[in-house]
């Protein structure tokens, strides 16, 4: 375990200094993550101020929520993009190999051999969105309310990581499964609006299966409501953890099944 | 008679291009995969974007909300999103780009075919490849739907001539500007970073998000000077029914003339182009 703490910080100084070789398309990609979600974020401005309020959520809550969604998203797709290669093209290609003659953890050196700057652009609108709209919420913030976010913030990152690892590792059977990856990981949009405009298919699906709600969504719900998040919390990370386990599984069960491309 | 004809064909400069046209269709119809993970990565979005809407109709306090019914801002949405697909199909932004990057551009300049010519054909061929595959199926189903849910209207025969005429006019125009943001790849390699700007901005600016109309008063003035509006959200207002038929003919007149102005931006921006490759060869 020790060797993989040491090891990992040499990978993504390698990672950064190639990607840095090119400073100017560095700078581009960051940009180009900021502007996307900055885009997004002014359409629902744009249409949420349209009306007073949408069922007791002011556009300011909203934002709020916006913010604390994108934290852990980006953060994962800083650390982990290299999932979504497994799922699209590296089981046909046959590129684990180079994974599989290393004497380390397959899975380790996928994670550490992608670092996407690209993320960060995510990142800073997310910190910079709870910094402008945390004031502006009728909260009183403590140690007992800022806490318990925090740590359901740090199992989402987790909660997305391995929501795209049971669904890559699907490609380990299929060949490629990026489409269906695609679909999963796009239902973690659903979490930044209040979940009670959608029906009750819906809110099952992200609550019992896909539980990007229960994460990022629930928590903001409750402490907007003033209610107690601890108990929350520790469901959430029961559940990260479950899905965690169930991802490692998977992985590992298919990476037995893995042949190389070609004999 | 043969003969002549062969004659003629010789003759025509047009001829050459067709092939380009073919190319383009048949690359489209390439492209299967990609339009099916299109299809469900947008599927969400427009999901959300239905409930939301259906939403916010049910808390406002007025059945319109800037001249939008609930009805017509959700045939609007959908229907932006797909128009979007036909008329941002060209390809010239990655074929331009690549060229650079990859040194295809000296072999592109040296044959007898006007490169630039060359990726428009293409991009009208994609443009009809993605209507026959995509755009006319996905488009049918849609509207279906939308009719039978919330008595959205089937657009009438004249404005769907209107609309291809229209549509065409908008995948000349984005042809134009992709060509011009494509030379860009002679400062930087990042066109990934690139093309993801310059197509959510653009969609942003074009009405693909949301209708001008809920934009901000001096935002919509810009706009309404800038050749953004009529690059989405023209064909679809015109395919929605939303102008009469002198309005429609005026809107495609604007259109017609923003494509000409581009094209114009376009050649320029590219004769600057051409000699930056002569001095790199040296």
Known sequence: ?263 | MKVLLKRYMKRNPFKKYFAFVKGGILQAFSYKFSIFGWIIGDFIQIIILCFLWIAIYQYSPTTEINGFTMPMMLTYLVSARIVSQLVFSGDSFWQIGEDIRYGYIANNLIRPIDYRKRLMTMDIGNFFGIMIIAFIPIYIVSITVLHFAIGAMFPTWYNIIFFFISSLASLLIISSFNFMIGQLAFFTGALFGIGMIKNELLMFLSGGYLPIAFFPEKLQAILNILPFTSVLQTPNFILMGNYGITETIIRILIQFGWALVFSVLASLTFKGTIKHVTSVGG
């Open chain 1, 1 to 263: 375990m020790k060797k993989y703490f040491k090891l990992y910080p040499h990978y993504i100084a390698m990672c950064i200094k190639t990607k840095l070789s090119y400073k100017v398309d560095a700078i581009i990609g960051i940009v180009s993550f900021l502007i996307t979600n900055i885009v997004a974020f002014s359409t629902l401005y744009l249409t949420i101020s349209s009306i007073p309020s949408l069922n007791g959520w002011t556009f300011e809550k909203m934002a709020f929520l916006y913010g604390f969604c994108l934290i852990p998203k980006s953060i994962d797709h800083v650390f982990t993009d290299a999932i979504w290669w497994l799922g699209g093209w590296a089981i046909r290609k046959g590129d684990l190999d180079k994974y599989l003659i290393k004497p380390l953890n397959p899975l380790f050196q996928l994670i550490a051999d992608d670092f996407q700057y690209d993320g960060l652009g995510e990142l800073i609108l997310g910190i910079f969105l709870l910094i402008i709209y945390g004031p502006m919420q009728n909260i009183t913030w403590s140690v007992s309310n800022v806490i318990p976010l925090i740590i359901c913030g740090f199992f989402a990152i987790f909660m997305f990581t391995a929501i795209k690892l049971i669904f890559a590792s699907i490609a380990f059977w299929t060949k490629r499964s990026i489409e269906l990856m695609t679909t999963i990981y796009e239902l973690s949009s659903f979490t930044k609006y209040p979940i009670n405009i959608f029906n009750r298919f819906v809110k099952v699906i992200l609550v019992y299966i896909i539980p990007f709600s229960l994460a990022m969504y629930y928590p903001i719900d409750y402490l907007y409501r003033g209610e107690s998040i601890w108990i929350l919390t520790l469901a959430v990370a029961a559940v990260t953890i479950l899905l965690c386990v169930i991802a490692y599984s998977l992985w590992h069960i298919g990476l037995k099944k893995y042949e190389s491309a070609g004999n």
